[in-house]
T-cell receptor
């Protein structure tokens, strides 16, 4: 079974631009969550999608948004990029949207904002 | 609010030494789940173990063992006879409740370096 796939692996953008990151979950998984990892703030939860609906949202500004498609694939969008958005963005998938579900992570997209 | 604390930022050991990574958590829920993940330099978080709040039995998997103690809100991870390949950042994480989704709260991580 293929794991969680995130594309692209690396991105370089400039301030003010917007970016879209993609995540393909493990086959059969219906929940996709996104996390931001930075040296200063560590791993922080962005949002979770289940059956195309946002289930949970972390404490991030509205510039961060996401969506999920009917095939469970998910995209995350960041508009008006700031230098502080430079981070490793990790996507995780799980069978369901319950706390007990194990989340399996992709290799991440490393975003650099110049 | 939930919180996970990994007080050890970095640990350095020599191969074959045993090493314990500490994890302390805070939660108001009676139902919760604890996880450990490993993050090698490639960046991907690799799942190691899940524990629910009703099961305090310790677990051993090869060289890995976990000690869950609700009385001290701790979920510590021990690697026996460490190897160079164990070098990575290790994260402890918590998710709460039954219906609140699968949101994980992570600790700060412990960078483990195993020297030959």
């Amino acid at each position: 079974k293929a794991g969680v796939t995130q594309t692209p692996r690396y991105l370089i953008k400039t301030r003010g631009q917007q970016v879209t990151l993609s995540c393909s979950p493990i086959s059969g998984h219906r929940s996709v969550s996104w996390y931001q990892q930075t040296p200063g703030q560590g791993l922080q939860f962005l949002f979770e999608y289940f059956s195309e609906t946002q289930r949970n949202k972390g404490n991030f500004p509205g510039r961060f948004s996401g969506r999920q498609f009917s095939n469970s694939r998910s995209e995350m969008n960041v508009s008006t990029l700031e230098l502080g958005d430079s981070a490793l963005y990790l996507c995780a998938s799980s069978l369901g949207d319950r706390a007990k579900n194990i989340q399996y992570f992709g290799a991440g997209t490393r975003l650099s904002v110049l | 609010a939930q919180k996970v604390t990994q007080a050890q930022t970095e640990i350095s050991v020599v191969e074959k030494e045993d090493v314990t990574l500490d994890c302390v958590y805070e939660t108001r829920d009676t139902t919760y789940y604890l996880f450990w993940y490993k993050q090698p330099p490639s960046g991907e978080l690799v799942f190691l173990i899940r524990r629910n709040s009703f099961d305090e039995q310790n677990e051993i998997s090869g060289r890995y063992s976990w000690n869950f103690q609700k009385s001290t809100s701790s979920f510590n991870f021990t690697i026996t006879a460490s190897q160079v390949v164990d070098s990575a950042v290790y994260f402890c994480a918590l998710s709460e409740g039954e219906t609140s989704g699968s949101r994980l709260t992570f600790g700060e991580g412990t960078q483990l370096t195993v020297n030959p």
